[in-house]
């Protein structure tokens, strides 16, 4: 079973810049997340979808940072313009709900942002 | 305010010793535990996971502990090896399939 692929692995870019991320999840995952983990800290949920539609996005930025779920299957993260403070690894993971109604997530390789 | 708390000091053994990470959460009532695993640059990785009426769980040489008073899991490793060095990071299951993730510890198993 492929596992979750993101693209690119690495990005760095100047400040008030934009910049992309992909994320194709496991097939058959129904949820997808984006993370951002800071060096030193724990994954922070960005936004989280339910097929292609979003469960919780309160703690995503939508100033600058938006996200959409093509067909319910690919994910593409934005950043629009990138602050200093948004370099960090950003990480997708997917999940599919057990009938013991637990939630085990699969995460991407991450895609590491720097903003200089 | 909520809060999960992880051992923020990395942890140093010897291998064939125990490892035992502790996780402490404040203002949560999680339907379950999991812990993760997070190698140097990749995703983390799924270990474990206890329910809030299981009190431990084991698999292989990991063992979790779920302490729903005193708001505490424990994450051991038996016989520790180098290879086990990582950072283990905790997350609370919330009620609507919510996940809250901890900021993980360090482990180094010395050779």
């Known amino acids: 079973e492929a596992g979750v692929a993101q693209s690119p692995r690495y990005k760095i870019i100047e400040k008030r810049q934009s910049v992309a991320f992909w994320c194709n999840p496991i097939s058959g995952h129904a949820t997808l997340y984006w993370y951002q983990q800071i060096l030193g800290q724990g994954p922070k949920l960005l936004i989280q979808f339910q097929n292609n539609g979003v469960v919780d996005d309160s703690q995503l930025p939508k100033d600058r940072f938006s996200a959409e779920r093509l067909k319910g299957v690919d994910s593409t993260l934005k950043i629009q313009p990138a602050k200093l403070e948004d370099s960090a690894v950003y990480l997708c993971?997917?999940?599919?709900?057990?009938?013991?109604?637990?939630?085990?997530?699969?995460f991407g390789p991450g895609t590491r942002l720097t903003v200089l | 305010s909520q809060k999960i708390e992880q051992n923020s000091e990395a942890l140093n053994i010897q291998e064939g010793k125990t490892a035992t990470l502790t996780c402490n959460y404040t203002?949560?009532?999680?339907?379950?535990l999991q812990w993760y695993r997070q190698d140097p640059g990749r995703g983390p990785v799924f270990l474990l996971l206890?329910?809030?009426?299981?009190k431990e769980k084991r698999k292989e040489r990991l063992k979790v502990t779920f302490d729903t008073t005193l708001k505490q899991s424990l994450f051991h490793i038996t016989a520790s090896q180098p290879a086990d060095s990582a950072t283990y990071l905790c997350?609370?299951?919330?009620?609507?399939?919510?996940?809250?993730f901890g900021a993980g510890t360090r482990l180094f198993v010395k050779a």
């Open positions: 203002n949560y009532s999680p339907a379950y």
């Open positions: 993971a997917s999940s599919v709900r057990d009938r013991g109604r637990t939630d085990t997530q699969y």
């Open positions: 206890i329910r809030e009426n299981e």
């Open positions: 997350a609370l299951g919330t009620g609507g399939f919510k996940t809250i």
